[in-house]
Every structure is written in structure tokens, then in C-alpha cells.
């Protein structure tokens, strides 16, 4: 059974930072793309960023890059998402996802993902 667990979320003022981990099990993850995902209450969810099955490329959104970076631990089965210099437009239930196929680099799009997490709250006061 494929399970993904995010956490490190939680209440932080603009201009600090948090790092989201995502620990994933049931599955050979190092054979597929992983990405991140959030939704903010009324909103559909976006894509925020996405690493390659290997590591070796990343991608993100505009409203994140240069702030957030995405990194995996193949060896713990792991995703993370550091997130700096917070916005409070940053506010949003932040879930992890891997990818359907095998071997597979560059995968920003919900529905190319097979399984999700049950998302953790990041919330960002003034």
C-alpha cells in the first residue's frame, strides 16, 4: 500500500520560513517524479514544484521560484520543500504527490499524479 505523510507545517509571520518533509512508503520512489501541490480555501490546487525521478532537475511555479526549493532523499524514501521568505499569499494546504509513471522528468499537472498525501497547513500571518 502507497502511502505518502507530510508534515512540518504550522502558523509562521511573513518573511520566515518552514520546511516541509513528505516520507513515503509502499513504493520504489526513486523511480518516479515527485512533486508539490497546495490549495488555498476557494481555489483549485496548483503546482508549486516538481523533481525529476533522478534529482537531477527541478521545476516550479513563478510565485515560488527563487523562494522555495524542492530536494528528495531516495535513500530515506523522502521529499522536502524549503520554503524562505514567506508571503501571506503562501497560505494553503501544501500535499506531496508521485508520480504515475516510472523514469519520468518533468510532471507539473494533478492528474499525471497517482497518489497524494493528506496535506499539511501552512499558514502565513502579517
Known amino acids: 500500500q502507497v502511502q505518502l505523510v507530510e508534515s512540518g507545517g504550522g502558523l509562521v509571520q511573513a518573511g520566515d520560513s518552514l520546511r516541509l518533509s513528505c516520507a513515503a512508503s509502499?513504493?520504489?520512489?526513486?523511480?518516479?517524479?515527485m512533486g508539490w501541490f497546495r490549495q488555498a480555501p476557494g481555489k483549485e490546487r496548483e503546482f508549486v514544484a516538481a523533481?525529476?525521478?533522478?534529482?537531477?532537475?527541478?521545476y516550479y511555479s513563478d510565485s515560488v521560484k527563487g523562494r522555495f526549493t524542492i530536494s528528495r532523499d531516495s535513500a530515506k524514501n523522502t521529499l522536502y520543500l524549503q520554503m524562505n521568505s514567506l508571503k501571506p499569499e503562501d497560505t494553503a494546504v501544501y500535499y506531496c504527490?508521485?508520480?504515475?509513471?516510472?523514469?519520468?522528468?518533468?510532471?507539473?499537472?494533478?492528474?499525471?499524479?497517482?497518489?497524494w498525501g493528506q496535506g499539511t497547513q501552512v499558514t502565513v500571518s502579517l
Open positions: 504527490a508521485t508520480d504515475s509513471k516510472p523514469w519520468r522528468t518533468r510532471v507539473e499537472t494533478p492528474r499525471e499524479y497517482a497518489y
Open positions: 509502499g513504493r520504489t520512489f526513486s523511480s518516479y517524479a
Open positions: 523533481i525529476s525521478w533522478s534529482g537531477g532537475s527541478t
